[in-house]
């Protein structure tokens, strides 16, 4: 069984622009979580969705956004671009709910914002 | 405020020694407990999942257990080996948190040859 696959794994942007990061889960995963890596902050979680509905939100700006296709995959997009936007961003995927279930991660995108 | 917590920050142990990690939580009605691997640069590893009603897992050289009524979790590591070199993070899903995960800081473990 594929893991979770994530694109692209690397992303160069400059302040001001916008990006689309992609996640595919295991294959009968309904469940998308996001999470933001910095070596200041650790592992901060973004946000989850389940069968399309956002379940759960982390405390970052509007600029921070996602959503879950009927399929599973689930993108997460970053508005107005800042320096500290910065960072490896993770996806994971369970078969339920987060948090009841194991969560398997993806290889990340390594961000970098100049 | 809900947390994980990890000790030590960092560890350094010759080949061959058995070592003990660390997590400690504040939330005693916690669902289940999840440890990982995180090489540099890299997604996490899922390496064990205790679930609230039991008190450890094992999964090769790693056993992993869990207490809730002192809110401590532990990873053994037995016969250490360079490979095992990386930064192991627990993490749980916390009450107020809802569903998500709640990651420790983490341990940066070094075995040396």
């Known amino acids: 069984k594929a893991g979770v696959t994530q694109t692209p794994r690397y992303l160069i942007k400059t302040r001001g622009q916008q990006v689309t990061l992609s996640c595919s889960p295991i294959?009968?995963?309904?469940?998308v979580s996001w999470y933001q890596q910095t070596p200041g902050q650790g592992l901060q979680f973004l946000f989850e969705y389940f069968s399309e509905t956002q379940r759960n939100k982390g405390n970052f700006p509007g600029r921070f956004s996602g959503r879950q296709f009927s399929n599973s995959r689930s993108e997460m997009n970053v508005s107005t671009l800042e320096l500290g936007d910065s960072a490896l961003y993770l996806c994971?995927?369970?078969?339920?709910?987060?948090?009841?279930?194991?969560?398997?991660f993806g290889p990340g995108t390594r961000l970098t914002v100049l | 405020k809900q947390e994980v917590t990890q000790i030590p920050a960092a560890l350094s142990v010759p080949e061959g020694e058995n070592l003990v990690l660390n997590c400690s939580f504040t939330?005693?009605?916690?669902?289940?407990l999840q440890w990982f691997r995180q090489d540099p640069g890299k997604g996490l590893t899922s390496l064990l999942l205790i679930q609230s009603s039991q008190r450890e897992q094992t999964s090769g050289r790693l056993n992993a257990s869990l207490d809730k009524s002192s809110g401590r979790s532990t990873l053994y590591i037995a016969a250490s080996q360079p490979g095992d070199s990386a930064t192991y993070l627990c993490a749980a899903p916390l009450e107020t948190s809802g569903s998500r995960l709640t990651f420790g800081e983490g341990t940066q473990l070094t075995v040396n040859p």
């Open positions: 994971a995927s369970s078969a339920g709910l987060a948090g009841y279930n194991e969560q398997f």
């Open positions: 939330d005693s009605a916690i669902y289940n």
């Open positions: 294959s009968g995963h309904r469940s």
